[in-house]
């Protein structure tokens, strides 16, 4: 009778640490403790964001408790999940599909770069990134074209030759002697350039 007691006293305990520990893993689950970085598979049919977890899982977070937070493409984030077992998503790129029970922001999408604004101008040492061009380049001349409403420029050292935009974004560069066909692919009239600075 005493070893039947002690059975079922086993059996109770372990149960009951069983189902007290189910409890906590769930617990620890729902609590905002999984990093991801918040990616966009936009492109995958049937996709939008998901959750990458560090070891490469993806999580599609289709259901939200918190529906303020709007998630952003390259976002780190903290979160809690529910799995929604039975969930069926035409995704398919994901591991598990999961209700989001909190999440918090770790860290923002960097910054897109500011554009630089366009320059119009016939002093090139005045410009900040075209002086930088012509000195780090050993640049001796500088011709202006017309491009696309504004302007473009053609930067010519001994050897080689830029030409930019009007905000210094490169459009081609090769050996001298090749600049014609170099501008010929963004200018109309290669002849229409205008002498604008010549090294002293």
């Known amino acids: 009778m005493k070893i ?3 059975y079922c006293c086993c059996f109770l ?3 009951c640490n069983a189902t007290s520990k189910q409890k906590m893993e769930k617990k620890d689950l729902e609590a905002c403790s999984t990093m991801a970085t918040v990616k966009d598979f936009s492109g995958l049919d049937g996709c939008k964001f998901l959750l990458v977890l560090e070891n490469g899982d993806k ?10 937070f709007v998630l952003k493409d390259k976002q780190v984030v903290k979160f809690g999940y529910k799995l929604m077992e039975n969930m069926m998503s035409i995704c398919m790129a994901e591991n598990k599909a999961v209700e989001i029970t909190c999440i918090e922001l770790v860290s923002a999408p960097p910054a897109k770069p500011a554009k630089k604004e366009c320059v119009n101008t016939e002093t090139p040492m005045r410009t900040g990134w075209m002086k930088t061009m012509i000195e780090n380049n050993l640049i001796r001349a500088v011709t ?3 491009y696309r409403g504004a302007s473009a420029y053609l930067f010519s050292a001994d050897l080689e030759f830029f030409l930019a935009d009007c905000q210094g974004t490169l459009l081609c560069q090769g050996n001298k002697g090749e600049e014609d066909a170099c501008v010929g692919k963004y200018i109309e009239s290669v002849a229409s350039g205008k002498n604008i600075w010549t090294k002293p």
């Open 4 to 6: 039947y007691f002690f």
């Open 13 to 15: 305990f372990l149960g």
């Open 59 to 68: 999580y599609l977070p289709a259901k939200f408790k918190d529906e303020k």
């Open 144 to 146: 202006k074209y017309d």
